[in-house]
């Protein structure tokens, strides 16, 4: 009986390559860039994600062959002020251009048993088959080819932001695998966490608002630092206003270009305070102000200084 598989690779390129006895490195990085994922970064993850494993019955010295080959695919941070590294990384890869005589000796020198290969990828048929899930797929699938719905949304949460910074093409499927296998999601996004806290801190500094972050803000913020193509590589205009009859100051309204977070932080501390009844260990105002910012995860201690300040109810002294 026919094994049946979910990942695209499995189904129809697999047997490609198991026609032949032995495959190496090579014949993999071929096929993968002609008829699979050829962006350059992406086929430097699939190699790292389900080739680069304790378990792929390779020497060590052909394991260091594949981890420097990967080194050369992949820009781990992306980072925009090295223009020409980041935009690289997102082209396509042509195996006759792109591949030095070095690697070409060293791809051919790395190689597998048919039945040894079969079995590799067969075992990581499910992981495959969540790594394909971030893809559109037709002939040459790359991240110019598809720009994910939700980039164009007018806000975000925190989780989406770091989706949209790893390149995850469906965030409502990642966190749908997230909140079932967490573990299964940073096995998947390796890079998800690190992305999630750099958001974070921004949070912390109050550089970002406490919840949601406005397209725009967002845009203006990563811009500088990284290279997300549909995304920061576009001109984003300010969001409509909104329909709700919720009456917001503008200074606090996120989308307004004028827009306080350190404020907002402020009021939704003084109500947690003062309205909400917010249990605190301390009925004092300093600790109980101190307690609410540090449960809700704000750890810059000079921000927590200034919003347990402007917060208090001590008059204002103008000289």
Known sequence: MKQIFKSKWNTKLLPLLTKHKEVSLYDIVKLASDEYISGTKYLGDFLDYFIYQPDNNLSQEQNNQI????????????????????????????????????NYIALHDVYWSQATLS?????????????????????????????????????????????LMIGCLDAIDAKDLYEE??????????????????LKK??????????IIPSKLLHEYLEPKFHIPGFTDRAI?????????????????????????????????????????????????????????KEMEIKNK?????????TNNKKLKIS
Do not use: M
Not at 202 to 211: F, H
Not at 302 to 309: D, G, H, M, S
């Open 67 to 102: 981890l420097k080959f990967i080194e050369t695919l992949i820009n781990p941070n992306n980072y925009k002020e090295n223009s020409s590294e980041s935009i690289k990384a997102f082209h396509n890869f042509n195996i006759k251009e792109n591949l030095s005589p070095e």
């Open 119 to 163: 079995e590799l990828f067969i075992k990581q048929d499910s992981l495959i088959y969540q790594f394909e899930s971030c893809f559109i797929f037709g002939k040459n699938p790359t991240i110019t080819t598809y720009t994910p719905t939700y980039y164009f949304q007018d806000q975000f949460s925190y989780f989406e932001a770091a989706c």
């Open 181 to 198: 296998n967490s573990d299964e999601f940073h096995n998947i996004n390796p890079q998800f966490r690190s992305c999630f806290n750099f």
């Open 202 to 211: 921004a949070k912390e500094a109050a550089i970002l608002p406490a919840e």
């Open 237 to 293: 205009n300010e969001a409509p206003k909104s329909y709700s009859s919720r009456n917001i100051h503008p200074s606090i309204d996120p989308s307004h270009p004028h827009y306080a977070p350190e404020l907002e932080l402020a009021i939704k501390v003084w109500q947690k305070k003062y309205v909400d009844g917010y249990p605190t260990k301390y009925e004092d105002h300093s600790p109980a102000i101190q307690q609410i910012l």
């Open 302 to 310: 000079r921000l927590i200084e200034r919003i347990t300040v402007i």
